[in-house]
């Protein structure tokens, strides 16, 4: 069966800041270390781990050629989506780079 991994409370004011600022990110441009094509319809999940062992995950969809913000619900992009690629943010916060 597994553990179960409980998401973590997140402020609802940061947790609006997070989202605004991951799609700010990459509608500004490519933030991936691989570039990423994505096509009508992709969707993207961006999770974070927490020092307390707790995690954060912002779904995105990509239509008509900007990311779009969208609730994630792992039951429904796990049995309706295939994962193609991972991969790991390194300091995905970086205020500078958001400016």
């Avoid at 800041?17 to 999940?45: A, C, E, Q, T, W």
């Avoid at 020092?51 to 792992?74: E, P, R």
């Avoid at 295939?82 to 400016?99: L, Q």
């Amino acid at each position: 069966m597994g553990n179960p991994m409980m998401p973590a409370f997140i402020d609802p004011a940061t947790d609006v800041l997070n989202r605004d600022l991951l799609l700010k990110l990459l509608n500004d441009g490519n933030v991936f270390d691989d570039p990423l094509y994505p096509v009508n319809k992709d969707r993207l999940v961006l999770s974070f781990g927490l020092s307390d062992g707790g995690f954060v995950k912002y779904g995105f969809v990509y239509k008509k050629n900007v990311w779009q913000a969208i609730k994630y619900d792992y039951f429904d992009w796990f049995s309706e989506h295939d994962e193609i690629k991972k991969g790991k943010i390194k300091n995905p916060f970086n205020i500078d780079r958001a400016t």
